[in-house]
């Protein structure tokens, strides 16, 4: 995959730079994990109007390992330290793939330190875009399960491809549980009663049902995802950001809270059910059952 910047993004702006793509040294594993050397996402920083953008970039499906997450993270915090970013915009480089959720790699019989830093990862990852100072937009153009649903309910307004994509938190079909923070960050975007029966059936909904529900704001044809966002954008940049800062703080405090008091207590839960056999099993057949592509939306 080319590491070249998407032309729609930087057309027509004068002063557009690439932030450089983050790396990280990666702890030892005897796993071969050799896409380390490779950039998991593009980030450029639009100097006039404030707005940044970060693609992911780990073909094929953009699934979250450390080094993608942690990729996230280093950009994050680059721009987060950046006064004049206003706005970001998250959003892949796979046409038709936003991101497939965790990667599985990560989960199937991890080695338990791995897995710990695997996992504060995502937890620092989520904090970080739930409690992000910036105007926040997902543009996803593609299927978006699981983790990859996760990423996109942090941002503040949601725009999404039509098309055979899906999109929702499907846990439960391997046999998981999302966590509570998970949980919380559906319920907060679509409510109780809907975020109940998604989470219990593990629904992967169409982009109408999407829209219909409340989990995406926008649902347009693929080539105008980008288009529309950054329009979008623009109406979140003509508040004045102190006070649309503190609204959001306010509206995201009291989730952010509870997972601070209970982010260790989260990784130990995680780290039980995972190193569990039953759980390994359940997450065998998932991974067969993937193979045979029997996923369907609702
Ligand atoms: C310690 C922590 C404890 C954590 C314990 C607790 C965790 C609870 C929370 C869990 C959160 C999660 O995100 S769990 C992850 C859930 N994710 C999913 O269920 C998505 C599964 N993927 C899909 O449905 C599909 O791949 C989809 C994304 C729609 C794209 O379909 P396509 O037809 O375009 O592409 P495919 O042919 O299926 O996929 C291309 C290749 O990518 C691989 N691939 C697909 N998804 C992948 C994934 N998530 N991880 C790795 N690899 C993946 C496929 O196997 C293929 O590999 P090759 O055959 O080699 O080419």
Same mark, same amino acid.
């Given at each position: ?5 998407n ?6 702006v004068?002063r +557009? ?43 094929p ?13 280093? !950009? ?15 959003? =892949? =480089?796979?046409?038709?793939?936003? +991101? !497939? ?6 989960? @199937? ?6 897995a ?16 992000? /100072? ?5 543009a ?11 990423? =996109? ?11 055979k ?11 998981m549980?999302?966590?509570f ?10 409510? @109780?009663?809907? !975020?109940?029966k ?8 169409s ?19 980008m ?11 003509k ?13 995201r ?8 008091? /209970?982010?260790n ?15 390994? /099993? ?9 193979? @045979? ?6």
């Amino acid at each position: 995959m080319a590491l070249s910047f998407n032309p729609r993004l930087v057309r027509g702006v004068s002063r +557009c730079h690439a932030i450089v793509t983050a790396k990280m040294a990666l702890a030892a594993s005897c796993r071969d994990f050799s896409a380390a050397e490779k950039s998991t996402v593009i980030v450029n920083l639009n100097d006039n109007t404030g707005v940044a953008t970060i693609q992911l970039n780990r073909p094929p499906v953009n699934s979250l390992n450390l080094q993608l997450l942690t990729d996230i993270k280093i !950009a994050l915090d680059k721009l987060q330290m950046k006064k004049d970013c206003r706005g970001m915009i998250l959003t =892949s =480089s796979s046409p038709g793939i936003f +991101c !497939a959720g965790l990667d599985f790699m990560e989960m @199937h019989n991890p080695q338990e330190g791995r897995a710990r830093e695997f996992w504060r990862s995502l937890q620092e990852v989520w904090k970080m875009l739930y409690g992000s /100072r910036l105007a926040t937009i997902a543009a996803i153009n593609g299927h978006s399960p699981a983790g990859g649903c996760l990423l =996109s309910l942090t941002c503040d307004y949601r725009v999404m491809a039509q098309g055979k994509f899906m999109i929702g938190l499907n846990e439960t079909l391997l046999g998981m549980v999302a966590p509570f923070w998970f949980q919380d960050t559906m319920t907060n975007t679509i409510g @109780h009663r809907e !975020a109940e029966k998604a989470l219990q059936l593990g629904l992967l909904y169409s982009g109408e049902n999407a829209l219909n529900v409340g989990l995406i704001d926008e649902l347009v044809p693929p080539e105008k995802v980008m288009q529309t966002a950054q329009v979008q954008m623009q109406t979140w940049l003509k508040i004045p950001d102190l006070a649309r800062r503190l609204t959001k703080e306010q509206m995201r405090g009291p989730t952010l809270q509870k997972f601070v008091q /209970r982010q260790n207590e989260d990784v130990d839960q995680i780290m039980k059910f995972i190193m569990d056999s039953a759980t390994q /099993r359940s997450l065998g057949i998932y991974l067969n059952t993937l193979k @045979h592509k029997q996923l369907t939306s609702v």
